[in-house]
């Protein structure tokens, strides 16, 4: 192993250490949660022109696909060793899809003493309040729809969140038989004449066998004006093979 990286592991060694003893000794901890900026406080800074550093963690395959303006691509993992300005105010963001990714660079910075924090939602958030994204040039046939995995929309489940809708595209019977939870039965041709039936949520996933009809579904979405959608990886098989939750 590395010089840096056994000298990266004794310090995480020693800060698990030291918050244990502080929790042990019934002191106050919460300046351990992540310090979080909304989405509307982060684009008036950076409309008043104020001088920060805005850094997407996603790994680089990721942030290709789509950015905030002006953000730099550094992986959390590689957030352990960086070299940043001294004194910079730093935001850092993930796909806010529950990876952690933003959590793991937040606490590495802050263990560095950085006045940094954690855009709340991450991009996810960011693009359904219409912030603007940066996506590379061209014509994609799915450039408006990613894919979120059942790990990850499990993540958003257990948030117990209000601005998140589920849409199970497959027939009814299919559907009663097993279903993730929350989700709503919906028809893949008409899927966007029923959510704008319904009071918009911020964040839609959009799933059903795994096929060309879910990616359909969604894009549908897109197209009516839904800026987060996403679409389960593998449809509800995989979401049941994976071990997850399942509602009957």
Do not use: C
Request: glycine share 10%; no cysteine; proline share 6%.
């Amino acid at each position: 192993m590395p010089v840096r990286d056994l000298r990266l592991s004794s310090l995480i060694r020693v800060g698990a250490v030291v918050a244990a003893l502080v929790g042990g000794a019934g002191l106050d901890v919460a300046a351990q949660s992540p310090r979080t900026i909304e989405p509307d406080e982060l684009a008036r800074i950076r409309e008043a022109g104020e001088k920060l550093l805005l850094i997407d963690v996603r790994p680089a395959q990721q942030y290709d696909t789509g950015h905030i303006e002006g953000a730099m691509n550094l992986p959390a993992f590689g957030l352990h060793h960086p070299r940043l300005p001294a004194g910079a105010k730093i935001v850092v963001y993930d796909g806010g899809e529950g990876t952690g990714e933003a959590e793991e660079a937040w606490a590495a910075l802050d263990a560095q003493r950085q006045d940094v924090r954690m855009l709340a939602g991450g991009l996810l958030r960011w693009e359904s309040l219409d912030r603007p994204v940066v996506r590379p040039p061209g014509t994609q046939p799915l450039r408006l729809v990613r894919w979120i995995t059942p790990e990850q929309l499990g993540r958003l489940l257990a948030q117990n969140r209000s601005d998140l809708a589920v849409l199970d595209i497959r027939e009814r019977d299919a559907f009663s038989r097993g279903r993730i939870p929350r989700a709503r039965q919906s028809s893949p041709r008409n899927i966007a004449q029923d959510m704008a039936q319904k009071s918009a949520p911020r964040i839609v996933v959009v799933y059903g066998d795994g096929g060309e009809a879910d990616l359909e579904a969604a894009e549908q979405l897109r197209r009516a004006g839904f800026r987060a959608v996403r679409v389960l990886y593998g449809g509800f098989p995989n979401w049941e093979a994976r071990g997850q939750e399942v509602a009957r």
